[in-house]
């Protein structure tokens, strides 16, 4: 994963890339570091730990030069250490790299033969090597990096600079995104957007084997040949969020409060309100860019997504961790409304699973970072089968966005909390209406049903302000349910996925062992578990399945289980079953699958918190996951 920034100009560099790797550091915090030029050397500083350890060792530091590359690092070859921690710096050549060298054993052997002395564990300090050698020989860092990238394999982003010439920066990409701001007398390098809005809305995204050549206020971009290649130079119309805990003790409390407005404006541009029916608004399936999406005309734009949407026999879902229970629920809703076949994939699988891809299946990718390594490659794959690609995302103008056919976005605002949870319930509700536009399209829905949907999803927004209120009690209960064995968490039908969902919070952050299973299969493994230290966590609203739940419930609860259940309303026979009924408000069957979410989300947070862990940045996670 990791972040990188570069910087060419008049403002302090130190200055600059400590704010652009602030914003990257969702990206990794295993450690960062800065290179930067001071009386015509790269001067580094580097901190194990979190950024704000690097910011204290750089507090008294001074640098005369105008050039400097910074990293926050999320380790992948070797631990997290100072050692290993970039910049890295051999014969004057520094280097930033995201990614993996995937031959760097080799590599290392034959630089190590030749009498290079390596003082790192990492795949990342052979660049730096291979780099020092070519200058030597090149005198130019451009020709260098064009002489060395047939060597790497592998997925990089690198930005490299060389001391001897102090105005030239040369990034180079496959893989992880890089993007190049141009300012005026100044020139950006990151990994995102984000760490160069404050300073230029000019940007240019590289594609793989892309090089960017930074000299001074100029610029080039050129292939692995050296021949120029033209990229458009992207105006952004977006201005980075102001985003502060607003008196939140962590970004994910916040971020859980903020789900009602959340939800809202996931669904708000698509729904009319004054006829409670569904309308996509700017999908962009004509071709339209990210950024030109706010120029569609609405008639053509909802027109040929329509056109889309009426060809497709087959839909595919693709995404990694929080998304991919998000799109579970998509199947269950598409399978429902619009009675079309829903298949869903974790990306890493669905990427070598040699996948049957056809013109007339659409594939949704789901991606909250819109950064995905796998879900990207996915992507990829199916458009180079001649699939169509409809991507959901938070981030926009990321790189899964900036590739797909059409877009959607989920609206959810920044989610700083490495551990998805508004994105998840914005992305719930969206796909729900993206079930419902199918539907229509495809005829198989009413007028009357729709309005019905419709209806559902606007009523979500209060219900889940009402549960907000479970703060209290997990607050509370967390002293106690910090010391058991271990959870369970169980649903049927729509409520699996949530159960998988509030599993996967709770080992996110609070490293607890926990399990989400379909309610009807624990006969079949899970029972075994089950004692008197073993917490149930039990989604019984009341629907269809509701008699099957309880009886499941039944079956846990004789085996001595402690149980937490979730219900509707005031009811009597899961609280004789329950150590602890939490009573979910009376509302459309449909959107209860979002309104438990946040009582699972509230369980994690507040058992991570009272153990003391990092909520907003858990051990070992990241949120932009660029490596595969
Ligand atoms: C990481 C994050 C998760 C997220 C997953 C997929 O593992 O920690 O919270 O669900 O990546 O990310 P995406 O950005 O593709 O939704």
Known sequence: MCGIVGYYGPREPKEV???????????????????????????????????????????????????????????????????NAHPHCVGGVSIVHNGIIENYAELRERLIAQGAIFESETDSELIAHLLSEEVKVQG????????????????????????????????????????????????FMASDIQAIMPYTKKVV???????????????????????ERNPPLTEMEWSPEQVQKGGYQHYMLKEIFEQPRAVAAAISPHIQLDSQTVRLHQVGFSGAAPHELTRLNPESDWATTEKVFSEVD???????????????????????????PVEIDIASEFRY????????????????????????AALRLVRAAGGKVLSICNVRNSSIDRESDGHLYMNAGAEIGVASTKA?????????????????????????????????????????????AFEKFFAQAAEILKSVKGFLYMGRGAHYPIALEGALKLKE????????????????????????????????????????????????????????????????????????????PEAPQVIYPLIETIPLQLLAYHVANSLGHDVDQPRNLAKSVTVE
Not at 143 to 170: F, I, R
Not at 206 to 218: K, M
Not at 353 to 376: C, F, M, N
Request: proline share 3%; glycine share 10%.
């Open 17 to 83: 890339i400590l704010k652009g790797l602030k914003s990257l550091e969702y990206r990794g915090y295993d450690s960062a570091g800065v290179a930067i030029l001071d009386h015509g050397h790269f001067k580094r500083v580097r901190a194990e730990g979190k950024l704000g350890n690097l910011e204290n060792k750089l507090s008294g530091e001074k640098f005369d030069g105008r050039l400097g590359i910074g990293h926050t690092r999320w380790a992948t070859h070797g631990r997290p250490s100072e050692r």
């Open 140 to 187: 130019d860092l451009l020709k260098s990096v064009l002489s060395v990238l047939p060597k790497l394999q592998g997925a990089y982003s690198v930005v490299a600079v060389w001391e001897n010439q102090a105005d030239t920066m040369v990034a180079f990409k496959n893989g992880p995104p890089l993007v190049l701001g141009v300012g005026k007398d100044e020139m």
């Open 205 to 227: 995204f590289l594609e793989d084997n892309d090089v960017a050549w930074i000299c001074g206020s100029e610029f080039k971009i050129v292939g692995r040949d050296g021949s």
């Open 314 to 340: 087959k839909v595919m879902i693709v995404a990694c961790g929080t998304s991919y229970y998000a799109g579970m629920i998509g199947k269950y809703l598409i399978e429902r409304l619009a009675r079309v």
């Open 353 to 376: 699973r040699h996948p049957i891809l056809d013109s007339k299946s659409l594939t949704i990718v789901i991606s909250q970072s819109g950064e995905t390594a796998d879900t990207l």
């Open 424 to 468: 998840f319930t914005a992305t719930m509700a969206l796909i729900h209406v993206l079930a419902v536009a199918i539907a229509k399209v495809k005829g198989a829905i009413s007028k009357d049903a729709e309005k019905i949907e419709v209806q559902a999803l606007l009523a979500a927004p209060s219900h889940l302000d009402t549960v907000l």
């Open 509 to 584: 952050l609070a490293y607890m062992h926990a399990e989400g299973y379909a309610a009807g299969e624990m006969k079949h493994g899970p029972l075994a578990l089950i004692d008197e230290k073993m917490v149930i966590v039990m989604l019984a609203p009341s629907d269809e399945l509701y008699d099957k739940t309880v009886s499941n419930l039944e079956e846990a609860k004789a085996r001595g289980g402690k149980v937490i259940s979730l219900g509707t309303g005031d009811n009597k026979r899961l609280k004789d079953l329950s150590d602890h009924y939490l009573a979910l």
